[in-house]
């Protein structure tokens, strides 16, 4: 009579070896709080320099991402990889929300928005922008796609 409590080996957990070897590569930095401590650094960072520029987000906007995205390290701290991932994709996503709805708010007000080229964005603004894409991208692959691959300690 075979054993009930005997575990049989783990199947392929992911689809193809594309994925398999994806995930490999960048399952350590996803599960990692340093990229999200990084970026909330940069936020953090930025938020005494007061610069007048229209690509340069407010200082609130810039201190209160940063605190957010410590949260999302902590909680990928504990381990909770699962929920840290969610946090700072959902917060990333959110940022690149309110930068549009920032342009369009002054549209409605009545203010003038200046038609600014690639080139004239400020450098931090694109910092910005470069490394939030960069955690959205990181967190959002593994909470939207590696994890679904992943067998669940039953």
């Given at each position: 009579m075979p054993d009930i409590n005997a575990r049989s080996p783990p199947e392929q957990a992911y689809p193809d070896p594309g994925t398999q070897s994806l995930a490999k590569l960048i399952s350590p930095y996803s599960h990692?709080?340093?990229p999200v401590w990084s970026l909330s650094a940069l936020f953090l960072?930025?938020?005494p320099v007061a610069v007048t520029s229209p690509t340069l987000p407010p200082f609130a906007v810039r201190f209160g991402f940063g605190l957010v995205f410590a949260g999302?390290?902590?909680v990928l701290s504990t381990g909770d990889v699962e929920n840290g991932s969610a946090v700072a994709t959902s917060w990333a996503a959110s940022y690149f929300v309110l930068n549009a709805l920032r342009k369009e708010?002054?549209?409605?007000?009545g203010d003038s928005v200046p038609k600014v080229r690639v080139w004239q964005?400020?450098?931090l603004g694109l910092a910005l922008n470069g490394a939030t894409f960069g955690a959205m991208l990181l967190y959002g692959g593994e909470y939207f796609w590696f994890q679904n691959f992943r067998q669940r300690p039953k």
């Open positions: 990692s709080p340093w960072g930025t938020s999302a390290g902590y708010m002054r549209k409605l007000r964005r400020h450098p």
